[in-house]
């Protein structure tokens, strides 16, 4: 049994349905055993509330009620017609409670923006690289990609510079004399 079948024998038992759907429930209740029971269950309990729930009766009548309803409903619109006169304390209030609210967003986006970025180098030195040598013995060549991101420094002495190209290249005599 699905839960619509459930609700319409539910609705058949508080008398909602219309007499050709309640017939067309009175035979399912009857043919099937889950429904059968869930019917006894459901009469159980509508009578136990019946029969358990105390009625309260109320001394006044129901348009008395209707009418504080009504009076306090004219009350409220008469309130709301006075009030509809604005004071320049509220009205400056409601312009300026916006306002200081998107001063301050603002304010956050700009100290935001400044504290994430990195630190103001022009773009000019920002790839320039000093490299110090401080002996007479030693010689360097640097080289830097920028494509590549990378700097290379080459250390070499000298010494050995002098008699390599010494060693490397034939010196030709006849050419000086």
């Not at 010689?139 to 830097?144: D, F, L, N, Q, T």
């Amino acid at each position: 049994m699905n839960w619509e079948q459930q609700l319409e024998l539910q609705a058949w038992i508080d008398g909602e349905l219309s007499a050709r759907d309640a017939r067309r429930v009175a035979v399912f209740a009857e043919s099937n055993a889950d429904a059968r029971l869930l019917v006894d269950e459901l009469r159980m309990a509508k009578a136990f509330i019946s029969s358990n729930e105390t009625e309260v009766t109320v001394p006044e009548t129901r348009e008395f009620y209707w009418s504080q309803v009504q009076s306090r409903i004219e009350r409220a619109e008469s309130v709301s017609e006075t009030s509809s006169v604005l004071s320049w304390p509220f009205v400056w209030r409601r312009l300026v409670s916006p306002l200081s609210g998107l001063a301050l967003v603002a304010f956050l986006a700009v100290v935001s923006f400044n504290t994430f970025r990195g630190p103001a180098i022009d773009d000019s030195a920002r790839f320039m690289v000093e490299v110090e040598n401080l002996s007479d013995d030693v010689g360097s060549i640097s080289y830097r990609s920028q494509s590549e991101n990378m700097f290379v420094v080459y250390l070499y002495k000298k010494d050995q510079d002098a008699d390599s190209d010494a060693q490397t290249e034939p010196v030709d005599d006849s050419f000086f004399q």
